[in-house]
């Protein structure tokens, strides 16, 4: 199956997710069809209008940055990638989606990333972070403190790393003094819904719609507590 390259459903829809057609991934299929991590997607598309900015850390093949901007639910978008090989890509990828005027790429995120945006830009951004193992490092109490009037959604690596279980019950205490948190994991998919796979198997028409993921992943979406709420 093949849409020359452009998502065709979903809310990043007539995004070009390759220019070349040889560099396509099998994982790529859930993406055309636009129900890839359809739960976080539907988080983005809900996000009040008053969040205005998206620091991707993690930006991968940039499907997050430019779909965000590319869809009109971000004003502007910041993409972190340790990877020169994909942040070339991303660059590309930009230009053709015709975002590039709207996308600032970074290199290699550290803890430190955040400490070159103001409070006020911080409290209008919406932070998603990717960056296998590396969020128990990023999302320290200062950090989020910092982010505390941001919105924040962090995908869970715990077995990529020494004692992930206990780091990931650090993150949640301190996380749990500025956010209300909600907690997800994937859902349903329902490949029914697309013509263009009707006349598959039962297998292929599931199999489109795969992730290619090992374990369950796990997500968490951090919301701002009201400053009456927090505990100092």
């Known amino acids: 199956m093949e849409f020359g390259g452009t998502i065709k459903y979903g809310p990043f829809k007539d995004m070009i997710l390759v220019d070349d057609l040889s560099d396509l991934n099998p994982d790529f299929s859930s993406m055309f069809f636009g129900c890839y991590e359809q739960e976080l997607l539907h988080k983005l598309v809900e996000t009040p209008k008053s969040f205005e900015y998206f620091i991707n850390l993690g930006a991968g093949d940039g499907y997050y940055p430019i779909g965000a901007i590319k869809s009109g639910i971000f004003k502007k978008a910041i993409a972190y990638e340790a990877s020169e090989f994909r942040r070339i890509q991303i660059k590309r990828l930009a230009e053709i989606n015709n975002c590039q005027k709207n996308l600032d790429i970074r290199g290699f995120a550290d803890e430190t990333c955040f400490d070159g945006y103001d409070s006020e830009f911080l409290s209008k951004s919406v932070v998603l972070s990717d960056i296998e193992g590396g969020e128990f490092e990023i999302f320290s109490e200062r950090n989020l403190a910092k982010l505390s009037k941001s919105i924040v959604i962090i995908e869970i690596h715990d077995f990529l790393v020494q004692d992930g279980p206990l780091k990931l019950e650090k993150l949640l205490e301190n996380a749990t003094k500025y956010f209300e948190i909600t907690k997800w994991t994937t859902t349903g998919r329902n490949p029914s819904l697309y013509q263009e796979l009707q006349s598959f198997t039962d297998v ?29």
């Open 204 to 232: 292929d028409r599931w199999l489109s719609v795969v992730e290619g993921r090992g374990p369950l992943m796990l997500w968490l979406f951090l919301s701002p507590k009201k400053v009456s709420d927090i505990d100092f």
